[in-house]
């Protein structure tokens, strides 16, 4: 059940952060900053999707999701948190070799998914 609050809130904060660069950034940054704005909240969403899918796969499996919710929660909050954030406050450099970061935590969850394929011994 936790993987689905979680998706719940990234995906309302995905939302508020794809609405926000539609409308409240439009005169504050250039027009190629609020195309990586929409990358971020683009990923941020599809992230939240996937672990309210997670969530959903752990409530009728009754199989554990931690590593790969983990690793997308993670990843989300490194990769889009990042770009956000570099965006608003560009004085922040430091948060620039984030974003990888959470791009790879976002690939590994991904394939972590290949681990719950695999049927358990009870043949789910």
């Known amino acids: 059940m936790i993987w689905m609050v979680v998706a719940a809130i990234y ?4 939302v508020i952060a794809g609405a ?5 950034l439009r005169e504050i940054l250039p027009a190629e900053k609020i195309a990586s704005w929409n990358t971020a ?4 969403l599809l992230h939240s999707v996937a672990l309210l ?3 959903v796969y752990a409530a009728t499996t009754g199989r554990s999701v931690a590593l790969p919710g983990t690793l997308f929660a993670a990843g989300v909050l490194l990769f889009s948190g990042s770009i956000y954030a570099l965006l608003l406050a560009p004085s922040q450099r430091w948060l620039g070799p984030v974003t990888p970061i959470g791009g790879v935590l976002m690939i590994a969850a991904w394939l972590t998914l290949i681990a719950l394929a695999r049927p358990t011994q009870q043949g789910q």
Do not use: S, T
């Open 11 to 14: 995906g309302a904060v995905a």
């Open 53 to 55: 899918a997670l969530g």
């Open 20 to 24: 926000f660069g539609a409308h409240g």
């Open 41 to 44: 909240a683009q990923y941020h």
